[in-house]
């Protein structure tokens, strides 16, 4: 039996509340799902992940909240839709494995994939500077974090030759209006 199937077979404990309190914050009801399959069929990445799209969900409805949110499934997910797309019962797959990584942040969960995740927060920075992503300055803060200057060196010289990559960032004209989005409910500066 192959190591994959044996964990999700055999979990360790299940909470009941789990599913309900993940469709509630993804906004998708996930117990429309008829495991059909298409959704991890059609993922780009689903090769690269330790569990297959509708196996997260079904894992879900079945209440393995350890064995989710520590899976890497969720931090390789890209939100790209493909998956939402081919759903016949049309789950917002993307929102889903949103919502379960907000709660594995919540719960301290720690991240499987801590590149993919410091990457984000990078992405999430430079929008709240500038209210855009600034490409260049993420790739440099985020190469800063991980000491690998010229893994992709060869990458980032043929999009500034392309002029994919701006030296200097761009901004909007209400970044103040982009800065509440990154304040808490009760209106302080979120971290």
């Not at 509708?54 to 390789?76: D, F």
């Not at 985020?142 to 992709?152: E, F």
């Amino acid at each position: 039996m192959s190591q994959r199937l044996e964990r999700t077979i055999f979990p360790s404990k299940r909470d009941p509340d789990f599913c309900a309190r993940i469709i509630h914050k993804a906004g998708s009801n996930i117990n429309l799902c008829w495991h059909c399959n298409c959704c991890s069929g059609g993922c780009p990445f689903s090769q690269a992940m330790d569990y297959l799209p509708n196996q997260v969900i079904r894992m879900t409805q079945l209440g393995m909240k350890h064995e989710v949110l520590a899976c890497s499934a969720i931090w390789i997910c890209v939100g790209c839709h493909t998956c939402s797309v081919q759903c016949p019962m049309a789950i917002d797959m993307a929102a889903f494995m949103d919502a379960l990584r907000q709660v594995a942040i919540a719960e301290d969960v720690p991240v499987s994939e801590p590149d993919i995740f410091n990457f984000h927060k990078e992405v999430l920075n430079s929008i709240r500077r500038h209210g855009r992503t600034h490409k260049l300055e993420i790739m440099f803060r985020y190469k800063l974090q991980k000491r690998d200057w010229l893994k992709d060196l060869d990458v980032g010289l043929k999009m500034m030759a392309k002029r994919k990559l701006d030296l200097m960032p761009s901004k909007i004209r209400n970044i103040k209006a982009v800065s509440k989005m990154f304040e808490d409910p009760k209106g302080n500066a979120a971290t």
